[in-house]
C-alpha cells in the first residue's frame, strides 16, 4: 500500500540529485562555492530530524515535517509541505514518469487501493542560494504508520 508513496519519493530524489548535479549556471551569481573549496569530510548529509519513530530511511517521511534539516557543504536545507490536493484512483492502477514520456509509460506491478488519497510536495528551501524546489512528492494512501521501505516495481523489472 505504500509502495507508491516509495516509489514516488525515490523518483523525486532521483530527480533532485538530476537537476542539482546537471545545473549549469546561467550566471556567476547561481555558482554557491567553488568545487576547490568543498570540505570533502563533509560529503555525508548530516541530518536533523525530530521524529526518531521514523522508518529509515527517514529522510523520507521527516522531509515533510517543518523541524527536518539536513546539512552538507556548508549549506543548510529545511523542508516545508505543500498539500496539491487529491489523486482519484479508479483502476487501482499507478503510472508515475515524466509527462514527455507519458504515452510510453507503464504502470506499476502493484495494485493500489481505489479512491481519493491526498497528494503533498516536500519542498526545499536551500539556504545558500535561496533555491526552493521540489524535493519529494507523496501519494498518501493511509495515516498509519509505514514499517517498511520497498520499490514500486514495473512489470518488465519483476522478470529481471
Not at 496539491?84 to 507503464?106: C, E, F, H, M, Y
Not at 512528492?137 to 519483476?158: G, H, M, T, Y
Request: some cysteine; proline content about 4%.
Amino acid at each position: 500500500m505504500h509502495k507508491i508513496t516509495i516509489t514516488i519519493c525515490l523518483m523525486a530524489v532521483v530527480l533532485f540529485l538530476y537537476i542539482s548535479r546537471n545545473k549549469v549556471p546561467s550566471n556567476t551569481n547561481d555558482v554557491i562555492v567553488q568545487t576547490a573549496k568543498f570540505d570533502l569530510t563533509d560529503t555525508i548529509p548530516k541530518i536533523t530530524i525530530k521524529d526518531t519513530s521514523l522508518t529509515f530511511p527517514q529522510i523520507f517521511e521527516g522531509s515533510f515535517a517543518k523541524a527536518t534539516k539536513v546539512a552538507q557543504f556548508g549549506t543548510e536545507i529545511t523542508f516545508d509541505k505543500i498539500a496539491l490536493g487529491n489523486l482519484k484512483v479508479s483502476s487501482g492502477q499507478i503510472i508515475a514518469t515524466d509527462p514527455v514520456t507519458l504515452r510510453d509509460a507503464a504502470a506499476f506491478s502493484e495494485n493500489f487501493p481505489v479512491g481519493e488519497f491526498p497528494v503533498e510536495l516536500a519542498m526545499a528551501n536551500i539556504n545558500a542560494n535561496k533555491d526552493r524546489r521540489v524535493a519529494f512528492a507523496r501519494v498518501k494512501f493511509s495515516d498509519k504508520p509505514i514499517q517498511k521501505w520497498e520499490f514500486a516495481l514495473l512489470n518488465i523489472q519483476l522478470s529481471h
